[in-house]
């Protein structure tokens, strides 16, 4: 029986030594894709992001959305008017929302430059300020804000658009559209 064990435990260990010697670690294919570990690849998957945009809480491109402005959270969010160290949720919207807002900037007569799906955890606000950082845009550029909101797309508040920023005041989570105007 000792023999019938050792013999056992010696096939397992020889085993166990050829399938990990063959295949890559878990750790070495999250390293590969950006992350530093399963949870956090889990959480980009959820909101459909790379490592890059997870990291960075910002939405680079969008499906369906032609040369897209990447967009990012851009410096602190003010809660009802006070300011908070709080930071929103960026996710990526399906193509279905997408294709919705490329229309929406069509009828403005204008161009989408992203739309991206922004939550606010933990937060109870009525407005919520939040500087929007939009790579590239200069600060004489008119912009259009659209937040889809109970099945309709509804006009946001822009408190400020300056170079590389547009600052907008928010009352729901959900779904918003920065459309650039000629």
Not at 4 to 18: E, G, K, M
Not at 75 to 84: A, E, Y
Request: with cysteine; hydrophobic share 50%; aromatic share 6%.
């Amino acid at each position: 029986m000792k023999k019938f064990i050792a013999l056992l435990s010696a096939s397992v260990i020889l085993c166990s030594a050829t399938v990990s010697a063959a295949s890559p670690s878990a750790q070495a294919v999250l390293a590969s894709a950006g992350f530093t570990n399963a949870a956090d690849a889990q959480a980009a998957a959820d909101r459909g992001l790379s490592a890059g945009e997870y990291y960075n809480n910002a939405i680079v491109n969008t499906p369906g959305v032609e040369n897209a402005v990447p967009v990012g959270q851009g410096g602190k969010i003010m809660i009802n008017g006070v300011v908070t160290n709080l930071t929103a949720t960026l996710a990526k919207v399906s193509k279905t929302v997408a294709a919705d807002a490329v229309n929406q900037a069509s009828a403005l007569g204008g161009t989408l430059l992203n739309v991206l799906s922004v939550n606010f955890p933990g937060a109870n606000y009525n407005v919520a300020t939040i500087n929007f950082y939009l790579k590239g845009l200069a600060g004489s550029t008119k912009v259009a804000a659209r937040q889809y909101v109970n099945g309709s797309w509804i006009d946001v508040e822009i408190v400020e658009i300056r170079a590389d920023h547009v600052v907008l005041n928010l009352t729901n989570s959900g779904a918003v559209a920065f459309v650039a105007i000629p």
